[in-house]
């Protein structure tokens, strides 16, 4: 889980890097092609979903009685 935890993150870090040179009006992805883009935008999704779900038992700030406190105490 910790390869899958990994892969999501950098998936994770491409979407947010694409939208913020998007808004500077250049999509990285978009030049991949349709096909491939759209597969990209699936898997950063699914990235995003998956690290919501599983973000309470990774975070440590979020954790019962991790440093930050947060949503887990």
């Known amino acids: 889980m910790k390869a899958l935890h990994k ?3 950098v ?5 947010g890097l694409n939208w913020l040179l ?3 009006g250049w999509n ?3 030049y991949l092609g349709d096909t491939l883009a759209t597969v990209v ?4 999704g ?3 979903i998956y690290l919501v779900a599983t ?3 990774d975070c440590r ?3 019962k009685g991790g440093m930050g406190g947060g949503m887990g105490t």
Do not use: E, Q, R
């Open 28 to 30: 990285v992805v978009a």
């Open 55 to 57: 973000h309470g038992k």
């Open 46 to 48: 699914l990235s995003a």
């Open 11 to 15: 998936l994770l870090v491409i979407g």
């Open 22 to 24: 998007t808004a500077f």
């Open 41 to 44: 935008y699936v898997l950063v």
């Open 7 to 9: 892969v999501a993150f």
């Open 61 to 63: 700030w979020c954790m």
